[in-house]
């Protein structure tokens, strides 16, 4: 499918002084890992696509730890998202060898190492019984070991883990690397890219048409695609009931190495809460131990705290005491673009010419290989697949709507 625009509009000026660039089929407005799965897949079905993106490759993914946490991360009243997060982890191998043949990126961090989800105290312990009783009436698979099997597991753990879970289908990937890949794919597939930020959306006939870029440039398409993370929700030009209800929810991150001297020092992805708060560590095979994350909602803050990484230093050390022995690399703090229902925004809205690709929170990694499959079947098809439908953004301006009546 191919825009029947003409190209004359190329280079011509508008009343408003800006240049004005020949129509694409598809303009993705954001260059995080869900805007570049979005081009990535758009082009490779035939769709002349553009992305507009200051720094794309950038965004929460460079802050998050990449667990492909579909099984741990159940929450009780999210069974419609845990179908659509095991339906993405099980894309993955594929789309992984798929990425690097495309990308030149040979390797991109994903490891089927599984993780373990322990509880240090009594409270804890009957908190992931629950969890574990739930993934159980979902059909998911996890084991139930002592603390003694856990430690047996991994011997970095404390003597104080008092039980855990053991699920083998919880994987990971570098996200960094990740981004890195698709923005090279995206090169390679023959998308355009627009290292600018979009500054308004612009309409014609109750439609969609394009953006309007911090530059000047105005770029036209058919069919427009917002997937902009955190900052989704404050683009100039969409209509009210139309604005994606997105917000940001800080997360710090630390980053350790760990000596060969200490290697392996864990084996999988670990995570706990303590005292409440929920603390993870993910190994990676080049040596680095990833630590988070906090969950803070202070709009659009992104201040690495004292307390933040102290609070994460403290609750990893509880769990694996050797880690005060690692060198600190780096402390990060970055955004996740939040919605009221903690799931994504995938599909058209009552905009016509306008999709959302947004709203990801905690799944944005996980999702990544089913977003870009859905968004595409949408650009060159019109139709949405059925296991993105419960997510499609009318189901926010519907309630708005009758919040009004």
């Given amino acids: 499918m191919h825009s029947s625009r003409k190209g004359s509009d190329a280079g011509s000026t508008g009343s408003t002084g800006s240049t004005r660039s020949a129509g694409s089929d598809v303009l993705v407005i954001g260059g995080g890992i869900i805007g570049l799965v979005t081009a990535w897949r758009a082009a490779r079905h035939g769709l002349r696509t553009v992305l507009a993106d200051p720094a794309p490759g950038g965004g929460a993914a460079q802050v998050a730890a990449g667990m492909l946490a579909a099984v741990t991360e159940l929450h009780y009243g ?41 509880a240090l105290d009594a409270d804890d312990r009957l908190h992931l019984r629950e969890l574990h009783a739930l993934q159980r009436r979902c059909g998911l698979e996890s084991e139930w070991l002592t603390g003694r099997e856990c430690r047996r597991l991994e011997p970095m753990l404390a003597p104080s883990v008092r039980g855990g879970l053991r699920v083998d289908g919880d994987h990971q990937v570098d996200p960094r ?120 909602e202070l709009g659009w803050d992104t201040t690495v705290t004292a307390g933040g990484v102290y609070e994460l230093l403290r609750d990893a050390h509880e769990l694996v005491p050797g880690i005060t022995e690692l060198p600190l690399t780096e402390t990060r ?73």
């Fill in 177 to 296: 690397r990740l981004a890195a890949a698709l923005l090279a794919a995206c090169e390679g597939a023959g998308v355009e890219i627009r290292r600018a930020a979009a500054e308004r959306l612009l309409t014609a006939a109750d439609r969609a048409v394009g953006v309007r870029l911090d530059d000047g440039t105005e770029l036209r398409a058919d069919q427009v695609v917002l997937a902009a993370g955190s900052l989704s929700g404050r683009l100039a030009g969409v209509p009210p009931h139309v604005l994606p209800p997105v917000r940001p929810v800080k997360g710090q991150v630390l980053r350790l190495s760990v000596p060969r001297a200490y290697a392996p020092f864990l084996s999988r992805t670990v995570r706990a809460v303590v005292r409440g708060s929920h603390v993870y560590l993910v190994p990676r095979e080049n040596g680095e131990l990833v630590i988070g994350a906090t969950s803070e």
């Fill in 78 to 118: 999210e069974e419609t998202l845990l179908g659509l997060n095991l339906a993405s982890a099980a894309r993955y191998p594929e789309f992984a060898a798929e990425l690097a043949e495309a990308s030149g990126v040979a390797d991109i961090g994903y490891r089927a190492c599984g993780t373990l989800a322990v």
């Fill in 333 to 405: 703090a970055g955004l996740r673009p939040g919605s009221p229902d903690n799931a994504p925004l995938l599909g058209p809205t009552d905009l016509p010419g306008l999709h959302l690709a947004t709203g990801h929170y905690r799944n944005g990694v996980l999702l990544t290989p089913l977003t870009g499959d859905v968004m595409a079947q949408l650009l060159t098809t019109g139709t949405l697949p059925e296991i993105a439908r419960p997510f499609t953004p009318r189901r926010f301006s519907t309630a708005r709507q009758e919040s009004y009546a």
